[in-house]
């Protein structure tokens, strides 16, 4: 039996941006991705803690200390929500996978990074 499980997950990072007029996705600091184990093209959830709002879309890398979402969630994110990104994993029973929750700065900037084994 397969189970979902959150892999990785930014937690309250503030958005910088929000262009309408993009094709979609979230553009993400490249450090950020790094740090939380976030692919370019990877799926993620995106939770707008300013006003509920859930968001699915994949990653693009931005500039440092960005986060932008872009295409149609411009409308239910905008600059200076605090949201939380974050990607799930797949295992099987039996198999594990390391979990990152990434913490940062009022500026994006990486603070902290909690690792935890994911066991199924």
């Not at 184990?37 to 500039?63: C, K, M, Q, R």
Request: proline fraction near 4%; include cysteine; aromatic fraction near 8%.
């Amino acid at each position: 039996m397969k189970r979902l499980f959150v892999k990785s997950k930014l937690h309250r990072v503030k958005v910088t941006g929000a262009v309408l007029d993009y094709v979609g996705s979230i553009s993400i600091c490249p450090a950020l991705m790094k740090t939380a184990d976030l692919l370019e093209w990877e799926f993620v959830h995106v939770n707008n803690l300013s006003n509920g709002a859930h968001w699915e879309t994949y990653v693009i890398p931005g500039d440092p200390g960005e986060i932008c979402l872009n295409g149609p969630p411009s409308r239910h994110f905008q600059k200076n929500d605090l949201v939380v990104v974050f990607n799930l994993i797949e295992l099987e029973e039996g198999e594990s996978a390391t979990h990152k929750t990434v913490f940062v700065d009022d500026d994006n900037i990486y603070t902290e990074c909690k690792e935890g084994i994911i066991k199924s």
